[in-house]
Nanobody, 124 residues
Framework: QVQLVESGGGLVQPGGSLRLACTTS????????VAWFRQAPGKERERVSC????????YYGNSVKGRFTISTDDANKIVFLQMNNLKPEDTGVYYC?????????????????WGQGTQVTVSS
């Protein structure tokens, strides 16, 4: 079965950087879209980035454009999220998700496989 495991979260200061990893197994990653979501207490789950691995197209939420970069290590089947210039409002639990489709066609309810999440806290 498809499994996703997030890692790389932690406590960072505003302006700092962090790289999250979504380690995948049980899937042919080339045919999957993989997204990063985040959720803060009392807030809706928000898609922050997505990559359609069949063509390499990437997408970003407005709040993270210019600061976050999504990429795929095909050999090791890992999807990374490089987060730079972090802000306190970036705080939340970050999840990765995978689905056999393309990013533009997927809403939050359409993602079939989710990881357990990793906590990111941005605070001075």
């Amino acid at each position: 079965q498809v499994q996703l495991v997030e890692s790389g979260g932690g406590l960072v200061q505003p302006g700092g950087s962090l790289r999250l990893a979504c380690t995948t197994s049980g899937l042919e990653l080339h045919y999957y879209a993989v997204a990063w979501f985040r959720q803060a207490p009392g807030k809706e789950r928000e898609r922050v980035s997505c990559i359609t691995n069949s063509d390499g197209s990437s997408y970003y939420g407005n709040s993270v454009k210019g600061r976050f970069t999504i990429s795929t290590d095909d050999a090791n089947k890992i999807v990374f999220l490089q987060m730079n210039n972090l802000k306190p409002e970036d705080t939340g639990v970050y999840y990765c998700a995978a689905e056999l489709d393309s990013c533009p066609y997927l809403s939050v309810a359409d993602w079939g496989t989710w990881g357990q999440g990793t906590q990111v806290t941005v605070s001075s």
